[in-house]
């Protein structure tokens, strides 16, 4: 366990499995949030149901680690995205 383990925390999932979400579409706002949907060009503007919930570690520039919740999101032609919670809303 390293040294900034002990200060990261995240707030408890928004979204649930088996739970229908869109994924929003990209603007000057949401380009600079982190965990953005992977694959990008087709998944934005899509809607899917999230398989499963978790917990990323990202680290910034200066080394500093903060958690951030993500989701796995099937979508019909696409398959599992990717997406961090700040790019899901309630469909």
Known sequence: M???ASNLQAADP???????VRIKKADD????E????????????MTG?????????????EGD??????????VEGIGPVL???CWLEDA
Do not use: C, H, W
């Not at 706002?29 to 600079?32: H, V």
């Open 65 to 74: 680690a903060t958690l951030e919740q993500v989701y796995f999101v099937r």
């Open 83 to 85: 997406a961090g919670e």
């Open 14 to 20: 928004k979204f649930q499995p088996l739970q229908i």
């Open 29 to 32: 706002r949401t380009l600079k």
């Open 2 to 4: 390293d040294k900034n």
């Open 34 to 45: 982190p965990v953005p949907p992977v694959p990008v060009e087709r998944s934005m503007g």
């Open 49 to 61: 149901v999230v398989e499963m919930e978790g917990k990323i570690r990202l680290f910034g520039p």
